[in-house]
């Protein structure tokens, strides 16, 4: 491995108003109110030196190419919060002058006075946690924001200086039909974002629906439904370059895609999750203290390092590299790995052989048959 992947920075905000019976990140209740600007200080102290002890594994030569602020609800923090945050970053490390920098905000929980502070801080891309366009659903899924305020979140963000904007939407909904499906990618089209995240809902562990199972559409409905949505989306020249994620021209998430690409990424804030090349050829996973006051009163934030073992390392990558439409180079998965992609080739012909991935040149990439059925091709990765 002689170049280093490019090195991005994950900042995890930990707190949201309520709790969405779907979610299992890392979040909790938002304890703000009259102590908020206190909260902000500290937990920004925290950050920063949760920073410190990262950098501290990073060749000063290296730079950060992307920045994404995830929760959680970051824009529960006001704009002086990150104004200050990302001058004190750049003071600790270079960050690209075109560097993507993204945060996601929750419809229920912005305003224009917060949207104005975020372009002044420099954040340059929006990602907006709709869900979804029906009051009725948006109700099931415990959101705090209604169809309207999503709308209005959207153009208070255009207004505020936001030429870059991601819808997040969900499909597959407790009892959604077909047509409340479509309908909410037909309101998103009529907003004309950059770029739209598209997913179906999935019941995981840790969650209420976990323990309380919403009834969901039938497998009918699903298959249908997500058909004619990519159909729309085609329509509406937005490429999909991801499982779920479609773009418009020169739109790509820049910081999602150095995840898929297995770049590296240091991360910071509670729970967060970050991946390192250190040395010629060492990868470590590192993530951080979940609880949001331990996090805040600890001088030791890491609760766990993990060195990739070469054995795992091309799982891995597959995991990430073939959700991508365009797949990898061979020249890639050799720089991103430190390993012959000799490794990997039994996989690969005997996926191609089961028409699930198609080699062109040295570019490796999943079919259209493929991209239905990644679990079987990371399966046999796995074995």
Sequence with gaps: MNDLPPLALYIHIPWCIRKCPYCDFNSHEYVGGNKGPQLEKQYLQA?????????????SSRTICSIFIGGGTPSLMTGDFYIELLEKIRQRISVNLNAEITIEANPGAVDEEHFAGFIRAGINRLSLGVQSFSNPALEALG??????????????????????INIDLMHGLPTQSLEDGLRDLETAFSLSPEHISWYQLTIE??????????????????????????????????????????AKSNY????????????DYLGIGAGAH?????????????????????????????????????????????????????????????????LSFNVIEHNILDLKQQGLVEKKRDIVMPTAKGRL??????????D
């Design 47 to 59: 950050l920063l030196d949760d920073l410190d002890e990262e950098l501290t594994l990073v060749v």
């Design 143 to 164: 959101r705090i924001h209604d169809a309207s305020s999503a709308k209005n979140a959207f153009n208070v963000a255009r207004s505020a200086g936001f030429n870059n």
């Design 205 to 246: 562990q840790n969650t209420a629906f976990y323990k309380r199972p919403p009834v969901l559409p039938l497998e009918d409905t699903l298959d249908m439904l997500f058909e004619r949505g990519q159909q729309m989306l085609s329509a509406e020249k937005f490429e999909q370059y991801e499982v779920s994620a479609f």
């Design 252 to 263: 790509q998430a820049g910081h999602n895609k150095n995840y898929w690409q297995f770049g």
């Design 274 to 338: 970050g991946k390192i090349t250190v040395g010629k050829s060492e990868i470590l996973r590192r993530w951080k203290t979940r609880v949001p006051g331990d996090y805040m009163s600890s001088d030791n934030k890491l609760a766990g390092s993990q060195r990739l073992d070469a054995l795992e390392i091309p799982l891995e990558f597959a995991m990430n590299a073939f959700r991508l439409n365009e797949g990898f180079s061979v020249s890639l998965f050799e720089q991103r790995t430190g």
């Design 373 to 382: 059925f990644l679990n079987d091709i990371f399966s046999v990765f796995a």
